[in-house]
């Protein structure tokens, strides 16, 4: 079984990666759309747009299953693509929600792109889960540049995080959501700031959680003891891409191709 995985650009390997390392007997097949990044400053009908190419792209390779490893795409998209395509279809933003809601933290901090915020989704499915919490959401455009470049241990990166980050922490909040999947990439520096005791949800880690267990109640042939490929589809290829996924996934050798989708 082959699993799509898509995001618009080097975020949503942290996705492939907890993924990969919890059923590494299902192919995955990994698309980003760098040429397009970042989603997170686009309109709805943009980013309506470019997740309806991608899934197409996923399913003409023979993807039974979706996973929307993007924040803004899962904000936008989801509902759209659910009613398109008679699949499966995972979104990082409902794994999130669930994580932090299990947590019982009663101050939930939400960290995402422009455009995931300002959708007001996470905010509004917290609330229609739990109405008793409070949420404090934060647009972060500037740690996706930073982290796209390969600028997240400069020392100025610190200054920005505090600068982005300084509302959660006077706000005391208990549990933090990354909204992006960009964000565990700099988890460590987040964690660092905000102090020990925040709850990081990594949405990343959270959704692998609820692969497994669908795929376990539905698929369970499919769990063996082979490991499948994994594929790598981008629609620009940059320098900086290929050395982010060579280190994320540093024990597995994952040939990347360049593709152009419409």
Request: glycine share 4%; charged share 30%; hydrophobic share 35%.
């Amino acid at each position: 079984m082959k699993i799509g995985i898509f995001d618009s650009g080097i975020g949503g390997l942290t996705v492939f990666r907890e993924i990969s390392k919890r059923l590494p007997s299902f192919e995955l097949i990994y698309l980003g759309d760098t040429a397009r990044l970042p989603y997170g400053i686009k309109s709805k009908k943009t980013v309506n747009k470019y997740s309806d190419n991608n899934v197409r792209f996923l399913k003409s390779l023979g993807c039974e299953i979706i996973v929307i490893a993007c924040n803004t795409a899962s904000s936008y998209s989801t509902d759209l693509l659910k009613r398109k395509y008679k699949f499966p279809i995972f979104d990082v933003l409902s794994a999130g929600v669930a994580a932090s809601l299990e947590s019982e933290a009663k101050r939930i901090g939400v960290i995402g792109t422009s455009s995931t915020i300002e959708s007001n989704t996470y905010q509004r499915t917290l609330k229609k889960r739990k109405k008793s919490i409070k949420i404090i959401a934060k647009a972060c455009p500037m740690l996706v540049p930073i982290i796209e470049q390969g600028l997240a241990k400069e020392n100025y990166s610190k200054i920005i995080i505090k600068n982005n980050l300084a509302l959660l922490k006077k706000s005391k909040v208990e549990a933090l959501i990354l909204g992006c999947t960009h964000y565990p990439l700099i988890k460590n520096e987040i964690k660092k700031f905000l102090g020990p005791r925040v709850i990081l949800v990594d949405s990343a880690e959270e959704i692998s959680k609820s692969l497994f267990k669908y795929l376990k109640t539905n698929h369970p042939k499919e769990f063996t003891k082979y490991k499948k490929k994994r594929r790598i589809y981008v629609t620009d290829k940059s320098s900086y891409f290929e050395r982010a996924s060579k280190k994320i996934f540093k024990n597995i050798e994952v040939e990347i191709k360049l593709v152009d989708i419409k």
